[in-house]
């Protein structure tokens, strides 16, 4: 398959685990609200709330695909692929301050004058049915994550891995929307069982706890790609390998990257060329590294050597 199959059959993943995030996401959201009106659950308030920012998230994440497919230009050179980690970034802090902040700040206002829980039958519905739709939304960026998990790797290993701002983003969000129900649910029994009305409101403040370490999660892995993070130890080391295999080369001095975009790199090469080599040979050796590199890893897509080492290896 070729490079540019690849490239579509990504772009096509990662859009397909936004869609199905917002359409699980939206109609949960409207059901919590009318459920949370009618049985006056604080901790069903808070996974409304939680779900309505998840969808305005989704839709953000949308804005960062378009405008990531943008072509380079006279501006941005290198293209527009980091639009996406900073859209990324927004919903990490949406998460935190909507979803977080909301959620903790109705909690303590609502255990500051409780209010006995209401029927609970629908609110047991609605989390039933919340928790179906944000599996199947789980499980699609679940999905997408393992195409690029390797043998050996965790979950969790792959998704901080992962380059792909929207597809760990929706993954980090179900998972923490997955847990928040849980304890939704928990809150809902505890308060019903002991006849305590503060075990509900007390459940809200620990969602918005949960979405605060979501954010940050978010926020660290977004944080690091937007301001440049490189291909990483393991596969600088495999390049440098590419480079030192090949007989046109003295030494590598240093290799440094940077993620363009979820499929994109930049790559810098401070190597030693052969001395007294011609120029047709070393415009040759630079074609086969560069063609050794790109098929090792096809992200890979500029590679600039150093001036310094060309002239020293025509001199």
Do not use: C
Request: no cysteine.
């Amino acid at each position: 398959m070729s490079t540019g199959q690849d490239e579509e059959e990504k772009k096509s993943g990662s859009l397909k685990v936004i869609y199905a995030a917002i359409a699980a996401n939206l109609g949960i959201a409207v059901s919590k609200f009318i459920v949370a009106g009618i049985t006056g659950s604080a901790a069903m308030l808070a996974e409304g709330i939680h779900s309505a920012v998840d969808t305005g998230n989704e839709v953000l994440l949308l804005i960062g695909e378009r405008n990531s497919a943008k072509p380079p230009d006279a501006k941005h050179p290198f293209g527009y692929g980091k639009e996406l980690y900073f859209w990324a970034l927004i919903v990490a802090l949406s998460v935190f301050s909507l979803g977080g902040g909301l959620s903790i700040y109705h909690g303590i206002d609502a255990l500051r004058h409780p209010e006995p829980l209401r029927d609970p039958t629908w609110n047991y519905v609605v989390l039933g049915v919340s928790a179906l739709f944000e599996g199947y939304s789980w499980n699609v960026s679940r999905k997408a994550l393992n195409k690029r998990r390797k043998p050996g790797t965790s979950l969790w290993q792959t998704m901080r891995a992962s380059k792909d701002a929207s597809v760990f983003t929706v993954f980090i969000e179900d998972s923490a929307a997955l847990i928040g129900l849980a304890i939704a649910a928990l809150g809902i029994v505890l308060g019903q069982v002991f006849d305590k009305p503060y075990f509900d409101p007390a459940a809200s403040v620990l969602i918005g706890l949960l979405l605060v370490g979501a954010a940050f999660t978010l926020a660290r892995e977004t944080g690091a790609l937007l301001v440049g993070e490189s291909i990483g130890a393991d596969a600088t080391r495999k390049v440098r390998g590419v480079f030192e295999q090949d007989p046109a080369i003295e030494s590598v001095s240093a290799l440094q990257s940077m993620q363009l975009g979820p499929d994109e790199v930049l790559l810098t090469a401070a190597v030693q060329f052969r001395r007294g080599m011609r120029i047709d040979e070393v415009e040759a050796a630079i074609e086969r590294l560069e063609n050794a590199v790109t098929a090792l890893y096809p992200s890979i897509r500029h590679i600039y050597f150093e001036s310094g080492a060309l002239r020293a290896a025509m001199g």
